[in-house]
C-alpha cells in the first residue's frame, strides 16, 4: 500500500520543466498550447494527474498554489526545494523560461475539474486495513500533554512531549497542511487536512499512517464530531462539504453547497459544535450559515440566513452563539443558532481574525478577543450584551491570540507589517499589555499554544532557521529553544479535546 505522506511527493516533475523549456510556456492568461498538453500527459500526468489535479505530486492549479508566490515559484524552479526530490533548473533553464513556467502552472484549466464520488472512493487509502496495530504506546510520555507542531519549512510534523519539551518523532506530512490537525476524543488519533484535500489520519500511538482520502480538489479545513464518529471536509472545489466515517475515513455523504435558487459556494470553514452535536459552516459565496447534523449516517443541513457574507466563525462557550466577520472588513455579526436570527452587530474595523479568538472571566462576566488582520489592535468583547468594552492598540495587524485558564496573560503577535518579530503579553484583568518580547529580530514571531496545565508555552520563531521557544507562563522568561523548520502551529492533545478557553477550537 502506497504511503502517499512521503515529503518527495511535493515537488513539480522534471518532465513538466523541461516540457515549457523545450516549447515554451504560454503568456500568462493564455491556454496552454496542444504540444505542452500532449507533453504534460505523456510525461507529467502521472504524477500531477491528467488534469493537473494532483497525485504523487501536488496539484499545479492556481487556487493549490495560493500560498507560494508566483516569484517563489520561479525561485523554486530555479533553486530546487530542499528535502524533496525538486531539483535546481537554474543551469539548464534561462530566466526566461523559468518565469514562462511559473505563468503555465497558475494558469486555470480550460475546463472545471471534477472531484465527486468516483475519485474520492478512488484515492482512499488504508495501509493497515486489519487494524492490527498495538493498542499501547510506543513511547512513555504524558499521552494528554503531547504537542504537534506543523513545520511548514520542509512540510513535517514534530511531535513534541508536553513534560519534558523534548522531540519525540518527527514526520513527513501531506503539502500544505491547513486549518490546524484535529485529534480524536481519546488523543490517539490526530487527523490532518491539506490544501489538496487529502485528510490524513495518524495513530499517535504507533506513529503510523492508517487512512488517508482526498475528499477534493482544494480544501480549506476539517473538523472531527464530538464523539469522534465522523469527520467533515470543507472545500473551495469543487463546492462541497465532504463526510466521512473517522474509523477509517470511508466516503458516508457528499453535499453539494447551493442555495434554494440553485447558486453554489465555497465552502470558507468548518467546525464541530459539540453541546450541539452538529457541524457548522461557513459559506464563501452565499449569505448564509448551515448547521448539519448527522442521523442514520445521513447528513441533514439546516440553513441560517445571514445579513451579509461572513468569512470567519467564532463561538461562545455554549454554542448558543456564532460571531461571524463580515466580508466589508468592519463589522461583525452575532447570530443565535437556535434561532437562527442576527442579535447583534458588533463595530470591529480591520478584518478581526475570529477563528483565532479566545475567551475569559473579566470582572464577573465572560468576553472575548480578537486580532485583526489589517489594524494594529485586540478588541474585547462583553458576551453578555456584546458591547466592545475596550480596543487595545498594538503595534501591528494581529494573526493569532492564545492564553489559558489557569494563566493571567494572554499573547497575540503583530504578524503583519514592520513589527512582526515582536509579540504582546497582556494581563487579562487590567486589559494593558504589560510586555513586549522579541525572540529573534528580524524574524517572525508567531502562534503561541499552553501545556494542558497553563505552566509553560510554546512560541514560533516562523523560519526556514526557526525554532520553537520554551516560555515559563507565570515569569514570561524563556526555558529553552527547540530548532525546527518554519514551525507555524503548535496544538497540545488536551487543550484541543477539552476545547481548553485559551485556544483555538
Not at 465527486?116 to 496495530?133: A, C
Not at 481519546?186 to 495513530?203: E, M, P
Not at 489557569?406 to 513589527?419: I, L, M
Request: proline share 7%; aromatic share 10%.
Amino acid at each position: 500500500m502506497i504511503q502517499a505522506i512521503l515529503p518527495n511527493r511535493h515537488t513539480l516533475t522534471s518532465s513538466l520543466l523541461l516540457a515549457a523549456s523545450l516549447l515554451g510556456a504560454p503568456a500568462w492568461g493564455a491556454a496552454p498550447s496542444a504540444q505542452t498538453e500532449t507533453l504534460y500527459q505523456q510525461e507529467c500526468a502521472s504524477c500531477h494527474g491528467v488534469n493537473r489535479l494532483g497525485g504523487i505530486g501536488p496539484a499545479l492549479l492556481p487556487e493549490n498554489l495560493s500560498r507560494l508566490r508566483k516569484s517563489e515559484a520561479e525561485s523554486v524552479i530555479a533553486s530546487g526545494r530542499p528535502a524533496t526530490q525538486m531539483p535546481a533548473f537554474g543551469d539548464t533553464l534561462s530566466q526566461q523560461s523559468v518565469t514562462a513556467l511559473a505563468n503555465f502552472i497558475y494558469q486555470p484549466p480550460e475546463t472545471t475539474p471534477v472531484w465527486g464520488k468516483q475519485e474520492i472512493l478512488g484515492s482512499h487509502l488504508l495501509p493497515y486495513p486489519d487494524g492490527s496495530l498495538p493498542e499501547e504506546p510506543v513511547y512513555e510520555a504524558d499521552l494528554m500533554n503531547l504537542f504537534l507542531v506543523v513545520e511548514i519549512g520542509d512540510h513535517h510534523v514534530t511531535l513534541l512531549d508536553g513534560d519534558r519539551m523534548e522531540p519525540i518523532h518527527r514526520f513527513p506530512s501531506r503539502y500544505a497542511l491547513h486549518g490546524g490537525p484535529k485529534y480524536s476524543p481519546d488523543g490517539r488519533y490526530v487527523y490532518f487536512g491539506s490544501r489538496d484535500g487529502w485528510i490524513t489520519k495518524y495513530d499517535l500511538y504507533n506513529l503510523k499512517v492508517v487512512a488517508e482520502v482526498r475528499a477534493g480538489i482544494n480544501m480549506r479545513n476539517i473538523a472531527v464530531s464530538a464523539d469522534g464518529n465522523h469527520v467533515m471536509a470543507a472545500n473551495y472545489l469543487p463546492h462541497t462539504l465532504v463526510l466521512f466515517d473517522a474509523s477509517n475515513l470511508e466516503l458516508m455523504n457528499i453535499i453539494p453547497v447551493e442555495n434554494d435558487a440553485g447558486d453554489s459556494s465555497r465552502v470558507s470553514a468548518v467546525y464541530a459544535a459539540p453541546p450541539r452535536d452538529s457541524f457548522i459552516a461557513a459559506l464563501k459565496d452565499i449569505p448564509e450559515a448551515w448547521e448539519i447534523t448527522v442521523q442514520d449516517d445521513k447528513a441533514r443541513v439546516r440553513r441560517m440566513q445571514t445579513d451579509t457574507w461572513l468569512d470567519d466563525f467564532f463561538f461562545d462557550p455554549g454554542y448558543e452563539h456564532v460571531i461571524g466577520a463580515a466580508r466589508d472588513g468592519k463589522h461583525g455579526y452575532v447570530i443565535n443558532l437556535d434561532t437562527g436570527d442576527t442579535v447583534a452587530e458588533l463595530p470591529l474595523p480591520g478584518m478581526p481574525h475570529l477563528g483565532s479568538g479566545i475567551t475569559w472571566e473579566y470582572q464577573g462576566k465572560r468576553v472575548m478577543a480578537t486580532p485583526h488582520f489589517r489594524t494594529g489592535a485586540v478588541s474585547i468583547i462583553d458576551m453578555d450584551n456584546w458591547d466592545v468594552i475596550k480596543t487595545l492598540e498594538t503595534e501591528g495587524p494581529g494573526f493569532f491570540m492564545r492564553s489559558h485558564e489557569n494563566s493571567p496573560y494572554a499573547w497575540v503577535d503583530v504578524f503583519f507589517g514592520p513589527n512582526k518579530d515582536k509579540v504582546h503579553v497582556i494581563d487579562k484583568q487590567s486589559l494593558e499589555i504589560v510586555k513586549t518580547l522579541q525572540p529573534a529580530p528580524g524574524k517572525v514571531a508567531a502562534h503561541v499554544e499552553f501545556d494542558r496545565y497553563g505552566e509553560k508555552l510554546l512560541l514560533s520563531v516562523w523560519d526556514k532557521d526557526g525554532a520553537v521557544i520554551v516560555y515559563d507562563a507565570d515569569t514570561l522568561e524563556e526555558e529553552k529553544r527547540i530548532p525546527m523548520n518554519k514551525p507555524s502551529g503548535k496544538y497540545n492533545v488536551w487543550n484541543k479535546i477539552n476545547y481548553e478557553e485559551g485556544t483555538s477550537h
